[in-house]
């Protein structure tokens, strides 16, 4: 028996944020070929990140028409969209080519990331799937889920379903000092989303700590807190404009990781044609915090 090792080169980035060990963490794998689909896990729950991605070259053509194609894990689950993996595996891919733009194929299909500059850094901006709407939760039952009383939640605007690929109820809370203060349990939420349309709650004050920031929130899942949430973004952007609490095609500035001290700058935006909310987006920045092999 052979005790050569495999290995396999990555890079680590955070996502969503120019100063490093903010954002949400990120592990990039560039040639992921020959693992299979157990060991992907297995190396996603070493990892021990949010996510981590794994890209599958192909030839160019193929690439060129349909993306790059990349594969998505948490520890526990392949993913078949998520926000910051797209992006910080994107600006991985694009290097110091200045593409200006990389499409990855997703398990939801192609998702093109346009690229350009900002305060004197790359700038990615990933093109979302139009949203899907869902149900329309009640505030009691949500309440009681989320630990929180009902006057904890905004009655003013709907808690509602809204997927861009993953299943989101937005949760508008009354105050900043609810968002802080939150403290769920993972079960309790989870036995109430388990009878809904929606995987996960993603909490969303309209008061942030930042005064240039119009929306700041909260993602609280199996793994823990999650410091950026891009595939919630562009859901709650999409159920901003459809509410009238963000204008149409108006860039808003969304935080998130706050409370954990990983602080993550979203910038979101969404356009309306007629009843429909379309051109979602959700973009920032990404920074280069580790490089590595891992073999076995």
């Not at 090792?5 to 990039?28: H, I, M, W, Y």
């Not at 989870?190 to 909260?218: C, G, H, I, M, W």
């Not at 001290?261 to 379309?278: L, N, Q, T, Y």
Request: aromatic share 8%; with cysteine.
């Amino acid at each position: 028996m052979s005790n050569q090792k495999r290995r396999f080169p990555f890079v680590q980035v955070d996502v969503f944020t120019s100063v490093p060990l903010e954002g949400n963490q990120l592990a990039v794998f560039p040639d992921a070929r020959g693992l299979s689909d157990a060991e992907l896990q297995a190396v996603a729950r070493e990892m021990n990140l949010s996510e981590t991605t794994f890209v599958f070259p192909r030839d160019v053509l193929a690439e060129r028409e349909r993306g790059v194609r990349v594969r998505i894990f948490t520890v526990n689950e392949e993913l078949p969209f998520a926000g910051h993996p797209t992006l910080g595996t994107a600006m991985v891919l694009r290097g110091e080519t200045a593409a200006p733009e990389i499409a990855l194929d997703l398990n939801v299909g192609r998702i093109p990331v346009q690229f350009s500059t900002r305060d004197a850094l790359p700038f990615g901006v990933m093109t979302q799937r139009n949203p899907e709407f869902g149900q329309v939760h009640a505030r009691e039952d949500v309440a009681r889920a989320a630990g929180l009383k009902i006057d904890q939640i905004a009655s003013d605007v709907p808690i509602q379903t809204v997927s861009t690929g993953n299943t989101f109820a937005i949760v508008p809370v009354d105050s900043l000092a609810t968002l802080q203060n939150l403290a769920p349990t993972w079960s309790a939420m989870d036995a109430y989303l388990s009878k809904t349309d929606a995987k996960f709650f993603y909490f969303v004050s309209r008061k942030a700590l930042n005064p240039e920031a119009k929306l700041q929130a909260r993602m609280i899942f199996y793994n823990g807190e999650d410091p950026a949430t891009g595939s919630a973004a562009g859901p709650c952007i999409a159920w901003a404009v459809k509410h009238g609490v963000v204008p149409a095609d108006q860039q808003a500035l969304l935080e998130q990781g706050v409370e954990m001290k990983r602080r993550s700058r979203i910038f979101v935006s969404a356009g309306r044609e007629g009843d429909k909310i379309v051109n979602v987006r959700a973009g920032g920045h990404v920074v280069e915090v580790v490089r590595g092999e891992l073999f076995f």
